[in-house]
């Protein structure tokens, strides 16, 4: 199947996605489910000592494709991947929407 293709259909599934290529791998990431991202920031704000994993373990719930499994394996291939793709995850949960505050 052709990588373009691909895309379109899981973005037909899933909404908003994310997608790159590492290594010449398609990786596809979703919206973090509310809960998930939830569970994130909470194990970000309370237990600063497991922030990796806690960033690891978001990109592992919202990966569409490759399988988790195989997500997995690429992390521990590429260790600073996690960090990079929690950047695309905070931005399709919306943590970098521009606002503006007005003031009267």
């Known amino acids: 199947m052709d990588v373009d293709k691909k895309i379109e259909e899981l973005k037909k599934e899933h909404g908003e996605i994310a997608h790159f290529e590492v290594g010449g791998e398609l990786v596809v990431l979703r919206t973090p489910k ?3 991202y939830k569970k994130f920031t909470d194990r970000i704000t309370n237990d600063k000592g497991s922030n990796a994993a806690a960033v690891e373990d978001l990109v592992l719930s919202s990966v569409v494709c490759p ?3 195989a997500m997995r ?3 521990e291939r590429k260790p600073g991947l996690a960090s990079n793709i929690s950047i695309a995850l905070q931005d399709l949960s919306g943590m970098n929407v521009e606002i503006t505050i007005s003031k009267s």
Request: hydrophobic share 35%; net charge negative; glycine share 12%.
């Open 73 to 75: 394996n690429l992390l």
């Open 34 to 36: 509310p809960g998930d």
């Open 67 to 69: 399988d988790r499994a």
